[in-house]
């Protein structure tokens, strides 16, 4: 089976510190993955560089067979990339679902259109039922400044599932939601992107999270890969442990 | 939603009513009032997108020029022709700017309009063979749709011909807001980063939004060209530009009526403080912007919409009571 991504000795530095130093990795497709690691690991820099936010130093980037390297954020997402962010990057003057319609349209390729409206019965009912797993339904005609720091973020990731990519970036997506929702939208995001057969990749702090739902851990340290595998494996590595953890 | 889709149609009886009632003097003003909201609505477009330009004048003085060399150089005396030479010449001019200008934000954005607005100004200026330098171009009443309209109804021709052809503008405006590129150009204002990240192109949205605001432009000065009966290069000049900004400001550029309202305001607001206090009109003008900025920062139709919101308070009181 082909892969959907791969990283050929990618390597980016700031200054004199080497962010990403020579990682290579195959992710196949449906594959959940989940990156951990210390912070300034690495971790954020890799899902810069694979969405063209960055442009590598040296190495290579492919997507589908494609080669994407240092290809502009609007190309990789045209190709079907999406991702979230760590900090949320949302339209904070406009409502959640006004938020979700400008993703479905960017995505029918109709963000250029002048004359019909955004807002279209069918476009209104795909986009409530987008925000259904992530309990923001009932918040759809609020304006999102509005949104506690929690739904931000479940909105930020929204906005990128709207998208219906076929590879999956998620920046820490648990981060700031409480540990009460955590879990429940997780689970209902992972069962669906499983469904639409999705390959993520998701940088975690979290490691219970990372243990429930990645197939597959990769464990920065310093911009390399420390380890690959199965999650019971990985986070049992007492190398990763102090790397991650701190302690083994 | 009664309200939104009355509103246009109580707004076209008031307009269509007006001359009938009012004196002469006032229907020119409202006429130059109309006419240059549409300037107003060019600029509050933009400012949608974060963008503020101190240099629109130089699409007011396209769309009049296009028009007084027409008739001067063109023999031309037909108005919607010439109208709609005018607006595409506009439209034309904003396409090549735009080519260079939207790639700027912020401040790069306003001083480059106001810049390359300058230097229009100084060509209008300096070419007088062809432009008359400062004594400008005169423009003759045209003829529409083919009539030469009576002397005695000129004024009342003009101001119908203004609000007819101001219309669409304001349609099509409304329509852009509420479409997919009106929303990513307020979401280029909120977040470049997630829009470029949704796969559309920031660049694009504003270009687009830059033609279209500079076609707009060139139509406002088109027909306050007809209505003034002559042309000067200083409807080039920023000061001009920064008058425009000032009125979306005054009246609220986050609606659709707020650019015609604060241009009617700003109209008789100068007309009156110009009669009353000649030597101190400008200051006249700079208090009612400190009290709009501090009392009402979203211009003057937020009262309409303070009110209208009342009234439904009201009205939904009265039905829990009745």
Same mark, same amino acid.
Not at chain 1, 175 to 203: C, H, N, P, W, Y
Not at chain 1, 210 to 219: C, K, M, P, S
């Given at each position: 089976?082909?892969?959907?991504?791969?990283?050929? &000795?990618?390597?980016?530095?700031?200054?004199?510190?080497?962010?990403?130093?020579?990682?290579?990795?195959?992710?196949?497709?449906?594959?959940?993955?989940?990156?951990?690691?210390?912070? &300034?690991?690495?971790?954020?820099?890799?899902?810069?560089?694979?969405?063209?936010?960055?442009?590598?130093?040296? +190495?290579?980037?492919?997507?589908?067979?494609?080669?994407?390297?240092?290809?502009?954020?609007?190309?990789?997402?045209?190709?079907?990339?999406?991702?979230?962010?760590?900090?949320?990057?949302?339209?904070?003057?406009?409502?959640?679902?006004?938020?979700?319609?400008?993703?479905?349209?960017?995505?029918? &390729?109709?963000?250029?259109?002048?004359?019909?409206?955004?807002?279209?019965?069918?476009?209104?009912?795909?986009?409530?039922?987008?925000?259904?797993?992530? +309990?923001?339904?009932?918040?759809?005609?609020?304006?999102?400044?509005?949104?506690?720091?929690?739904?931000?973020?479940?909105?930020?990731?929204?906005?990128?599932?709207?998208?219906?990519?076929?590879?999956?970036?998620?920046?820490?997506?648990?981060? &700031?939601?409480?540990?009460?929702?955590?879990?429940?939208?997780?689970?209902?995001?992972?069962?669906?992107?499983?469904?639409?057969?999705?390959?993520?990749?998701?940088?975690?702090?979290?490691?219970?999270?990372?243990?429930?739902?990645?197939?597959?851990?990769?464990?920065?340290?310093?911009?390399?890969?420390?380890?690959?595998?199965?999650?019971?494996?990985?986070?049992?590595?007492?190398?990763?442990?102090?790397?991650?953890?701190?302690?083994? | 939603?009664?309200?939104?889709?009355?509103?246009?149609?109580?707004?076209?009886?008031?307009?269509?009513?007006?001359?009938?009632?009012?004196?002469?003097?006032?229907?020119?003003?409202?006429?130059?009032?109309?006419?240059?909201?549409?300037?107003?609505?060019?600029?509050?477009?933009?400012?949608?997108?974060?963008?503020?330009?101190?240099?629109?004048?130089?699409?007011?003085?396209?769309?009049?020029?296009? @028009?007084?060399?027409?008739?001067?150089?063109?023999?031309?005396?037909?108005?919607?022709?010439?109208?709609?030479?005018?607006?595409?010449?506009?439209?034309?001019?904003?396409?090549?700017?735009?080519?260079?200008?939207?790639?700027?934000?912020?401040?790069?954005?306003?001083?480059?309009?106001?810049?390359?607005?300058?230097?229009?100004?100084?060509?209008?200026?300096?070419?007088?063979?062809?432009?008359?330098?400062?004594?400008?171009?005169?423009?003759?009443?045209? #003829?529409?749709?083919? @009539?030469?309209?009576?002397?005695?109804?000129?004024?009342?021709?003009?101001?119908?011909? #203004?609000?007819?052809?101001?219309?669409?503008?304001?349609?099509?405006?409304?329509?852009?807001?509420?479409?997919?590129?009106?929303?990513?150009?307020?979401?280029?204002?909120?977040?470049?980063?997630?829009?470029?990240?949704?796969?559309?192109?920031?660049?694009?949205?504003?270009?687009?939004?830059? @033609?279209?605001?500079?076609?707009?432009?060139?139509?406002?000065?088109?027909?306050?060209?007809?209505?003034?009966?002559?042309?000067?290069?200083?409807?080039?000049?920023?000061? #001009?530009?920064?008058?425009?900004?000032?009125?979306? @400001?005054?009246?609220?550029?986050?609606?659709?009526?707020?650019?015609?309202?604060?241009?009617?305001?700003?109209?008789?607001?100068?007309?009156?403080?110009?009669?009353?206090?000649?030597?101190?009109?400008?200051? #006249?003008?700079?208090?009612?912007?400190?009290?709009?900025?501090?009392?009402?920062?979203?211009?003057?139709?937020?009262?309409?919409?303070?009110?209208?919101?009342?009234?439904?308070?009201?009205?939904?009181?009265?039905?829990?009571?009745?």
């Amino acid at each position: 089976m082909a892969t959907v991504l791969e990283t050929h &000795g990618l390597t980016k530095s700031f200054g004199g510190v080497l962010a990403v130093d020579d990682v290579s990795v195959a992710i196949a497709p449906g594959e959940i993955v989940g990156i951990v690691g210390a912070n &300034g690991a690495g971790k954020t820099t890799f899902v810069n560089l694979v969405t063209g936010y960055l442009k590598p130093d040296r +190495g290579r980037i492919i997507y589908l067979g494609r080669d994407i390297t240092a290809h502009p954020p609007r190309e990789v997402t045209g190709l079907g990339v999406a991702r979230s962010f760590q900090i949320p990057q949302i339209y904070a003057s406009l409502t959640v679902l006004e938020n979700v319609l400008i993703a479905l349209a960017a995505r029918e &390729g109709q963000s250029l259109r002048a004359w019909a409206p955004l807002s279209t019965r069918v476009r209104e009912a795909e986009g409530l039922i987008l925000l259904e797993p992530f +309990g923001l339904t009932e918040h759809a005609a609020r304006p999102v400044s509005e949104l506690p720091q929690g739904g931000l973020k479940l909105l930020d990731i929204a906005l990128a599932s709207a998208l219906m990519p076929r590879l999956l970036l998620l920046d820490e997506p648990t981060s &700031g939601v409480s540990s009460a929702e955590k879990f429940g939208v997780m689970d209902t995001l992972v069962s669906i992107l499983q469904a639409r057969g999705v390959t993520v990749i998701f940088v975690e702090h979290d490691m219970d999270v990372v243990t429930n739902y990645a197939g597959r851990v990769l464990a920065f340290s310093e911009g390399k890969i420390l380890a690959d595998g199965a999650p019971g494996v990985v986070l049992a590595d007492p190398a990763v442990r102090k790397a991650v953890l701190g302690w083994a | 939603m009664r309200g939104g889709k009355a509103l246009p149609l109580v707004a076209a009886a008031v307009f269509g009513a007006a001359p009938l009632v009012l004196p002469g003097w006032v229907t020119f003003l409202l006429t130059l009032a109309v006419a240059k909201s549409v300037m107003v609505l060019a600029i509050a477009l933009l400012l949608r997108g974060g963008l503020v330009s101190f240099g629109h004048g130089m699409f007011f003085a396209a769309g009049a020029y296009t @028009v007084g060399m027409a008739m001067k150089w063109g023999g031309m005396r037909e108005a919607v022709v010439l109208t709609f030479l005018g607006v595409l010449a506009a439209a034309a001019a904003a396409a090549l700017l735009g080519l260079l200008i939207a790639r700027y934000r912020g401040i790069f954005f306003a001083m480059l309009n106001m810049a390359i607005s300058m230097v229009v100004y100084a060509v209008l200026l300096k070419l007088y063979w062809v432009t008359g330098g400062t004594d400008g171009i005169g423009i003759r009443t045209p #003829t529409i749709l083919g @009539v030469m309209p009576e002397r005695e109804s000129l004024r009342l021709v003009m101001y119908y011909f #203004t609000l007819v052809m101001t219309l669409p503008a304001f349609y099509a405006v409304h329509r852009f807001w509420t479409s997919p590129l009106g929303f990513a150009l307020r979401a280029v204002r909120d977040n470049e980063v997630r829009v470029e990240y949704m796969g559309t192109s920031v660049a694009r949205v504003i270009y687009a939004a830059y @033609v279209l605001s500079g076609a707009l432009g060139g139509l406002a000065g088109i027909l306050t060209g007809f209505s003034v009966g002559h042309i000067v290069p200083d409807l080039a000049y920023w000061t #001009t530009s920064g008058e425009f900004v000032f009125v979306a @400001v005054l009246g609220g550029p986050a609606s659709i009526p707020g650019p015609l309202v604060g241009s009617i305001a700003f109209e008789f607001l100068k007309s009156y403080a110009y009669k009353y206090a000649a030597f101190t009109w400008q200051m #006249t003008l700079g208090v009612t912007m400190l009290a709009i900025i501090l009392f009402m920062p979203g211009g003057l139709w937020t009262i309409y919409e303070g009110l209208a919101r009342q009234g439904r308070q009201w009205r939904l009181s009265w039905k829990r009571t009745g």
